[in-house]
């Protein structure tokens, strides 16, 4: 049963909605958050939360009273808005041997975030209200946090005809991809701009132009020639961020960049937006985090499309965060079955298992200096629900409490046999990270 | 001395020492195959299969061959007669073939890296017979032995490989071969097939062929396949063939004892000449004998790892 009132005491609260960055109390009650208090601004914390440890260990924090009240003793730990992931695959229906709604919002949840948007490439594709309504319906039976279903573009995401976008966006669907799978028809792709201005939806484009990509299964350059893979250029991706953003020009449509990888994407989405084109981008954990070289040894966990890049590609994916260029900050999960990833590199599925490791992997960022914690909590909660215009991401009275409490300097190793996902397919594996989640509240309920 | 590994994935993987050690041994067993009976007891009694996911003639009867001059007992599975095409992964049908017994395990495949992914998972010892457009390590060393054979030495030779560098495993092999041992490597192409980021591995990219032809002690040709053409790798054999073909009026800017080397299947009048595969410079055939003595050499070495 959900705790009536939890109170979450002595955090570090960060909320760029409302421009707190201190230390205070934040009081829920019945699901929504009541008030914050913010401690006097000459207050100090004993410790400052990214200085050092600031960790009880492992006992919980949580203290349950016989009221039904929750009290929550975050000294030491920052508090977040619960994180939205504009960019994940939940798999059902039809690949529950990947992941489920069920466990696909379970790993969500120790990854910190409160809100999932679903990807519709699954079987049968989203492409039709039928298939929203069920994974609207199955995240409220089973989930553990909110779901936000992505609707396709086009019909069975075959980049020919448009799908009932208004009719899914009725019913849920918060924005439109045919992810996965690149509209490939510049005039289709315009029609999906045009159209979705009637519903002030983005069209979320994965930028591959298949026709230049044609079949390659990592970064094209001196490493895939050396493994004798098959490479993908940079050019494959940037041709299509400049097609799109020239069609964002053309019908004033809102268009939204997935999982940017490259330098050149980044510097023409920085162009476009200093044009004052409507155009937002996201990047991935694994696209400023591991170069091309983790696919070494023809390792399928680090195959994923786009491929991952070079450090040049890094530098500019980082600076891009910094600038504002790059708005969110998503994980693109993509759980695959053991079985799918091991096999030959040719022929395993692209995508990284990324719920648990996202907010750690982007702390990396803070704690490198690139970011400020309140410009991480922008990509990772305040800008997401900005683009798909959702009453998410704020701490604000009377908003869901959705929330999530942060150690930024816990040390973990990374493995992936711990993961919560059924997709155990992660680069990382071993990899010793600072900070992760203690905690998250979705809708007032507590996932520990 | 003795390899390091148990299995033979690559060049790459090889140092010049190894290298050097499976080309002498070699040597020993070219002329065991001189002799009259030319087959060794060095490895009764265990078993080595042959496990081709291509189509291969050549590779597949040199190996199967220099297991049997070995006293290997021999299994032949190809793609087609194996359970893949029942959807068994690659990792079940070689566990199961482990299970047989299986000592060595030589593997062509069209997927890059695919004896790597299975090396990693059996105790046989895997050696590459060629793995998509990455290796082939033992065409490489045949090639080594044989332009030794022919010239005495590697270092300082200019060799130069002519043709569709980018999809050949053989042209990668010979390419990390012959730069370990200090050889001056030319590579010959269209620029659509020989990518200049080759020159990161130590040597020169040439789209004209007679510049590149300029004094080179070695001429490898590779053979150009079919399928690459309406891929717009270039627009018709007719053209490559002007442009890249290895006639006898191009072999007079080789050096005056240069050697023509194919590894085979050849596109006669299209990678080469008759006349010049036909050629007193042309060794292409013993390429081929030369095969049989450097894989029972990789065959014995490698079970010496295991002892």
Not at chain 1, 235 to 252: F, H, N, Q, S, W
Not at chain 2, 93 to 110: C, E, P, W, Y
Not at chain 2, 130 to 154: M, S, V, Y
Not at chain 2, 186 to 194: A, M, Q
């Amino acid at each position: 049963m959900n705790p009536v009132r939890i109170l979450i005491k002595n955090g570090h609260i960060i909320d760029p909605s409302q421009k707190i960055d201190g230390v205070g109390d934040i009081l829920i009650e019945e699901g929504k958050i009541k008030e914050i208090k913010i401690q006097d601004a000459g207050y100090h914390p004993p410790q400052s939360p990214l200085s050092k440890g600031g960790s009880k260990g492992g006992s919980s924090r949580i203290v349950h009273h016989a009221s039904g009240s929750d009290t929550v003793d975050a000294s030491g730990l920052f508090v977040f808005p619960g994180l939205i992931d504009m960019h994940a695959h939940l798999r059902e229906p039809g690949y529950e041997y990947k992941e489920t709604i069920k466990t696909g919002t379970l790993a969500a949840v120790k990854g910190g975030f409160a809100t999932v948007c679903a990807m519709p490439n699954t079987n049968p594709v989203n492409d039709n209200s039928s298939v929203t309504d069920f994974i609207i319906r199955k995240a409220v039976q089973e989930g553990a946090c909110t779901v936000y279903p992505i609707g396709a573009i086009t019909k069975g995401q075959k980049g020919d005809e448009l799908a009932e976008m208004g009719i899914m966006h009725s019913e849920g669907c918060v924005a439109f991809s045919d992810d996965g799978n690149p509209v490939m028809s510049s005039l289709v792709m315009r029609r999906a701009l045009e159209y979705t201005k009637a519903f002030n939806v983005p069209v979320i484009s994965h930028c591959e132009d298949r026709n230049l990509s044609e079949g390659g299964v990592m970064n094209e350059g001196l490493l895939a020639l050396t493994l004798g893979l098959k490479g993908a250029p940079s050019g494959a991706e940037e041709i299509m961020v400049d097609r799109d953003i020239a069609l964002a020009e053309l019908t004033k449509g809102r268009l939204h960049i997935a999982h940017v990888s490259t330098e050149g994407s980044v510097r023409m989405i920085r162009d476009a937006k200093k044009r004052g084109i409507n155009v937002t981008a996201e990047t991935c954990p694994h696209y400023f985090s591991i170069t091309e070289d983790a696919v070494k040894g023809y390792n399928t966990n680090a195959k994923v499309n786009p491929p991952l890049r070079t450090q040049k590609d890094i530098d500019a994916i980082k600076q891009g965060l910094k600038d504002g260029t790059i708005d969110v900050i998503a994980t693109d999960h993509a759980p695959h079955h053991k079985d799918e990833k091991l096999r030959e590199y040719d022929y395993a599925p692209s995508g990284i298992s990324g719920l648990e490791t996202a907010l750690s992997l982007s702390l990396k960022l803070v704690h490198e200096g690139i970011l400020t914690m309140t410009q991480l909590v922008e990509k990772m909660a305040v800008n997401p629900a900005k683009i798909l215009r959702a009453n998410k991401g704020s701490l604000r009275a009377g908003s869901e409490a959705d929330v999530v409490i942060v150690d930024a300097n816990k040390e973990f190793k990374v493995e992936a046999e711990k993961f919560i996902s059924k997709g155990k397919n992660t680069p990382f594996e071993g990899w010793v990270l600072k900070g992760r989640p203690v905690l998250t509240i979705c809708k007032g309920r507590i996932y520990e | 001395m003795k390899l390091s590994s148990k299995d033979l994935l690559g060049i790459k993987e090889l140092s010049k020492d190894e290298i050097t050690l499976i080309l002498d041994t070699a040597s020993g067993f070219k002329d065991v195959l001189k002799r009259d009976i030319k087959k060794v007891p060095a490895l009764r009694g265990k078993t080595a299969v042959n496990l081709f996911f291509e189509p291969s003639t050549r590779t597949r009867t040199s190996f199967e061959l220099a297991e049997k001059r070995l006293s290997l007992d021999v299994l032949n599975l190809t793609a087609t007669t194996s359970s893949v095409v029942k959807g068994e992964s690659l990792i079940d049908t070689v566990k199961n073939v482990q299970a047989l017994g299986a000592d060595f395990m030589v593997i062509r495949h069209s997927s890059s890296g695919a004896p790597h992914l299975i090396a990693r998972h059996i105790d046989a010892s895997v050696i590459n017979g060629g793995d998509g457009i990455n290796e082939h390590p033992t065409q490489a060393l045949l090639d080594a032995f044989t332009i030794q054979e022919k010239t005495g030495r590697l270092e300082g030779l200019k060799i130069a490989i002519v043709g569709d560098i980018l999809h050949s495993r053989v042209a990668k092999s010979n390419i990390y071969l012959l730069t370990k041992f200090g050889a001056e490597v030319r590579l010959i192409g269209p620029p659509t097939l020989v990518p200049k980021e080759l020159e990161q591995l130590g040597v020169k990219v040439f789209h004209d062929m007679n510049s590149g032809l300029e004094n080179v002690d070695v001429i490898m040709v590779l053979r150009i396949q079919m399928e690459r053409q309406g891929k717009g790798f270039f627009p018709s054999t007719l053209e490559y063939a002007k442009n890249w073909g290895l006639t006898s009026e191009r072999l007079l800017r080789a050096g005056q004892d240069a050697i023509v080397m194919h590894p085979g299947p050849m596109n006669r009048g299209v990678e080469v000449a008759s006349d010049v595969a036909d050629g007193p410079k042309s060794v292409i055939l013993e390429q081929v004998t030369n095969g049989l003595a450097v894989r029972m050499a990789v065959l014995y070495l490698l079970a010496g790892v295991k002892e």
